[in-house]
């Protein structure tokens, strides 16, 4: 019968030994119990047999390799398991299992409830809702409050610290997601959920993802006492947040109260999306009592009457349903090109310029016409109603594009409308989106009144980010082309754009053919018999000389073309354009 010896995996204690001489063994039963460097071995039968001398004793040191006893193999049938056994379920595994569905919402049915009477969603389902796989950072994280409040309190209570984050697939592409949790702690920053934060603003930058914000809630949390912090102004999240813009598309949604510190990370969104109940305040109702400012209800702190008008929130939406599907579609455009689209019948483009060139008609008709179907996704509409801003598609590739309206102002560009056009311009230069123009414009807005809101500063934003730009633009004279106003649409000139067309009934000029008629020849005008008989006579000389053919002529338009083959125009001009360096200028504001 052969002898097997049985040896020391490591040099060791022997805690313990669990066989005796003439003991059978099947394979793999345990033997005895070594301990090297506080860990424990444990050494097994490596053939079935019976259990020969024993050379070594509980206590001793051996060596490794050393001899500890031998086995003269043998047949040994494997001991029977209890009829009843079944694997038990482990202590350790099971109280992490606990604690991670303690913050569920199916463990909170109270909280829910809570969400439900106000109208809204819980952090959870919003974040269901925006991804398709979701995997949590930070679950077992617990407010900073271990002082004042037992341990098993703030698991119940605060899960997660009131923040739900993590990494999730946002149309199948992985993104950052942060969503404050109102039913904790009213979704306030607590010091946990600042760590938290900044680990994902890293990993965001690290990966170069994108970043969504649920926003909703209260600011800074004075209740949190397991910190040495004095102020709290060492927190690294705002600069971290900061530091991603232009680098990562950030989507920041608001819904119900966001104020304080939320309003803040809210504000350095590229995008921020709204319900119409929300309040955004970079101060709420305490902190306004607390500077000694009033009393004041949360409601009537930055409604979405005072915030939408003002070009705070870009797309207000009805709720948070809305809010997910909206930033699910702005993602989509930094997410590349689509094979599947359609598009209008493109000879519908013909008649939407009116022949009158006095008639006015509504830019966003045009705009849907030329883009894939369902594509058109326009920000700050209530705000700068001069200037339309709108991501669109065009045979299925992301892009900008910006259109005067002429249906305000007759399309004169003012303050507000270079402060949208100048940010939406740089937004798309950040990320690589090339940029449509659709001019219709008799220039900047002037007067008294225009001059009091900074025209001179704010205007001049588009020419310095336009001249900046790294992405190609195509510029589209639809009727009128005139002054700064014109050249401002087209970058600071009709030969920055890789192709600059106009419609038949374009027309351009150094300013307004009126305005130009009425200074160059007020001399005639006032000796006229019928002066304004003469006017209209050098309006019409005027318009002949400006209008797009003419220009086209001599060179200043790349060609004047059937609207019908816009869209061609567009997709020949920017298809495999390079993108140049990308310089950030001194803004003028």
């Known amino acids: 019968m052969d002898t097997t010896p049985v040896t020391a995996p490591v040099q060791g204690i022997v805690v313990s030994i669990d066989v005796a001489t003439g003991q059978s063994v099947p394979a793999g039963t345990p033997l005895l119990v070594l301990e090297s460097m506080k860990m424990e071995y444990v050494v097994v039968a490596p053939v079935a047999g019976v259990v020969g001398e024993v050379a070594t004793a509980a206590g001793e040191v051996v060596g490794e390799d050393e001899v500890l006893l031998s086995l003269e193999e043998g047949d040994v049938a494997p001991a029977a398991a209890p009829a009843d056994a079944a694997p038990g379920e482990r202590a350790d595994l099971a109280e992490v299992l606990r604690r991670h569905e303690i913050g569920l919402d199916a463990a909170r049915p109270d909280a829910v409830r809570r969400r439900r009477d106000t109208g809204h969603r819980t952090a959870r389902e919003n974040i269901a809702d925006l991804c398709e796989t979701f995997t949590e950072y930070g679950a077992l994280t617990i407010a900073a409050q271990r002082a004042r409040r037992s341990m098993e309190d703030l698991i119940e209570r605060t899960p997660a610290d009131g923040m739900v984050a993590g990494v999730g697939d946002v149309n199948g592409r992985p993104a950052v997601v942060m969503a404050y949790d109102y039913t904790v702690l009213a979704g306030t920053q607590g010091a946990m959920n600042h760590y938290k934060k900044d680990r994902m603003l890293e990993l965001a930058e690290r990966r170069r993802l994108p970043v969504v914000l649920f926003a909703e809630g209260g600011g800074g949390r004075p209740g949190d006492t397991d910190t040495t912090s004095v102020s709290g102004l060492d927190t690294m999240a705002f600069h971290l947040f900061a530091r991603l813009s232009g680098q990562v598309p950030l989507v920041g949604i608001a819904s119900g109260r966001c104020f304080a510190g939320n309003a803040a990370l809210l504000g350095c969104c590229d995008v921020v999306i709204a319900t119409e109940d929300s309040n955004i305040g970079m101060g709420g109702p305490a902190m306004i009592e607390g500077g000694g400012l009033g009393v004041f209800a949360p409601e009537e702190v930055g409604p979405m009457s005072v915030q939408v008008p003002n070009g705070v929130v870009d797309v207000p939406v009805a709720g ?170 087209g970058g600071g000139s009709l030969k920055v754009p890789v192709a600059t067309v106009a419609w038949p009934t374009g027309e351009l000029g150094g300013m307004g053919l009126e305005g130009a008629v009425r200074l160059g020849y007020r001399k005639e005008l006032a000796a006229a018999e019928d002066p304004d008989a003469l006017f209209d006579e050098l309006v019409a000389r005027s318009y002949e000389r400006g209008k797009a053919l003419s220009a086209a002529t001599v060179y200043e338009i790349d060609d004047v073309i059937d609207p019908a083959a816009t869209r061609h125009w567009i997709t020949t001009a920017l298809r495999d354009a390079p993108r140049g360096e990308r310089r950030i200028p001194l803004d003028t504001w």
């Open 320 to 489: 948070e349903a809305e809010a997910v599907r909206v930033a699910k579609r702005y993602l989509a455009y930094f997410q590349g090109s689509i094979e599947d689209w359609e598009s209008a019948d493109q000879d519908l483009l013909r008649d939407l310029v009116p022949e009158d060139r006095k008639r006015v008609y509504d830019v966003r008709t045009v705009i849907e016409t030329i883009a894939d179907t369902g594509s058109v996704l326009e920000l700050r509409r209530a705000f700068g109603a001069g200037i339309v801003t709108a991501l669109v598609r065009i045979e299925g590739v992301p892009m900008g594009l910006i259109a005067n309206s002429p249906a305000h102002l007759g399309g004169a560009i003012d303050a507000d409308d270079a402060d949208k056009a100048a940010r939406f311009m740089r937004l798309c230069d950040a990320f690589g989106l090339p940029l449509v123009s659709l001019c219709d414009t008799p220039g900047f807005m002037v007067g008294p009144d225009a001059e009091e809101t900074a025209t001179v500063r704010h205007f001049s934003r588009m020419f310095v980010i336009g001249a900046n730009l790294s992405v190609p633009l195509v510029m589209v004279i639809l009727r009128k082309a005139y002054g700064l106003g014109a050249q401002a649409m």
